[in-house]
């Protein structure tokens, strides 16, 4: 499947992506996940980075279409992708097509992944990711705690709350959503593209989104 996850922060983009990787073998490509990881690695792009991440602002366009312009090519996005966090902007979108029409790949669906304000501050301030940058398996004290306490089931690793996980990050992340990314709605409406799906449990976005299919 070649899918794009839309949807506010903690609206559950990271959860339902690794769910869907388990359907067909799509890979997961989250942009966040990239850039943290180069963070955690000290790269001149994490360097680039840190600071608007940590702020809660977005990453300029071209660093993020430099990022993407090289993995859509990579061979394991032949079997398909499901595009977590990307794109993000217009500019993003536009750019993205234009990709897309050169590498002769054509999308299935954007689904626009709806949860209430209430529910998605209680899901980042309830948040944990593992601390391993390869791994980056995501947990949450209420709905899916680890199963030992602090430690990631996956690998061992000390799990976290990521540093855009403050009070003020959050809120600077979530009005940003609005401003900036939630105009791609309309963008992949006209498109005929855009799937609007409750995202209160992801199990069902998961079936909802391989019937559609
Ligand atoms: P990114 O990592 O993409 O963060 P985000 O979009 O803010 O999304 P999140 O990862 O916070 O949430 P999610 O929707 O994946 O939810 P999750 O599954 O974890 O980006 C981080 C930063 O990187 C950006 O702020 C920006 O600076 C930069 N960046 C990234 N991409 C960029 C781009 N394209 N352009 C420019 N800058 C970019 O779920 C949240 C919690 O809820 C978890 O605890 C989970 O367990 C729980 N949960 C999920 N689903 C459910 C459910 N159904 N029921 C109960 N709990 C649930």
Known sequence: MKLILLGAPGAGKGT??????????????????????AVAAGTELGKKAQGFM????????DLIMGI????????????GFLLDGFPRTIPQAEALKV???????????????????????????????CSNS???AIYNVKSNPTKEEGIC??????????ADETEEAITHRLETYNEKTAPLIGFYEKEGLIVNVNATSSDAVVAAITEKL
Not at 153 to 162: A, H, M, T
């Open 54 to 61: 940590d702020a809660g602002d977005l990453v300029p366009d």
């Open 68 to 79: 993407m312009g090289d993995r859509l090519q990579e061979d394991d996005c032949a079997k």
């Open 16 to 37: 339902v992506a690794k769910l869907l990787t388990e359907v067909d073998g799509s890979v997961q490509i989250s942009t966040g996940d990239i850039l943290r990881g």
């Open 134 to 136: 390869d791994c980056q």
């Open 153 to 162: 089931d996956k690998c061992g690793s000390p799990v976290v709350q990521r």
């Open 99 to 129: 990709l897309l029409t050169d590498l002769g790949i054509e999308l299935d669906m954007a689904v626009n992944l709806d949860v209430a304000r209430d529910v998605i501050l209680d899901r980042l301030s309830t948040r944990r990711t």
